[in-house]
């Protein structure tokens, strides 16, 4: 294994703050199994092994992790049922679930995904806070995280600029374009696909990646809350 690899998770799973959900170090008493932090760490570096053989042509960031999604992946943008969407386009290692019951799949992911589906070569999927921000006392929420907690993460994106050396950076509505922002990087900006954003999102993929510009999905995706 890359040793950066490495030291990116282990650097990652070490993180605990308040009002965050830390994939990789913690368990959810609700729907986790028992090893789940395990497994979301080892799907981590699955995907990051297969991105430093084959470096990725872009980074697309989202904003933080939803609690339908990542949260239960540990994957950027990519909820359970991608998971082996995830794993067959990489040529990864397998990719498990850490969860129990019903695979549960995020509107975002599934957006995203679609739009996945059709490149050739794969982008990395990021977030500006790779963690998830929950209201208190309410894990299975969503809030978007705050400047101070995106601060205490920045050098995830900075390692990985540096590992990957993409020649471009997508940033996923505001959040994420402030976060690239914040740390003096160039890169280009679509809309978020939630409220209202999804065709601006698609069509702004498109265009950036030469795709024929539809701003229309190309399979169905369920009708899920966005996060």
Known sequence: MAAWVKSLVDELAAIELPHVF????????????????????????????????????SIVFGRDF?????????????????????QRALGA???????????????????????????SDKPLLWNAFPLHPHEPNREMSNRAHNAAERRLTAWTIHVLVQQLKPSRLIAVGNDAAAALSDLGLSFDC??????GGQRAFIEGMERLHGLPVTGRLHVDTPTLEFS
Do not use: F
């Open 93 to 119: 290692s397998p990719l498990k679930r850490a969860t129990v019951g019903p695979a549960v799949a995020e509107r975002t992911a599934a957006v995203v995904w679609n739009v996945m589906e059709r490149l």
């Open 22 to 57: 830390n994939p990789y170090r913690q368990k959810c008493v609700v729907h986790d199994q028992e090893c789940a932090p395990t497994i979301r760490r080892a799907n981590l570096v699955s995907i990051l092994k297969a991105y430093s053989k084959r470096p990725p042509p």
């Open 190 to 195: 679509v809309r978020h696909p939630s409220y």
């Open 66 to 86: 939803g609690y339908r999604g990542a949260r239960r992946t540990g994957l950027s943008l990519t909820d359970e049922a991608h998971l082996e969407n995830m």
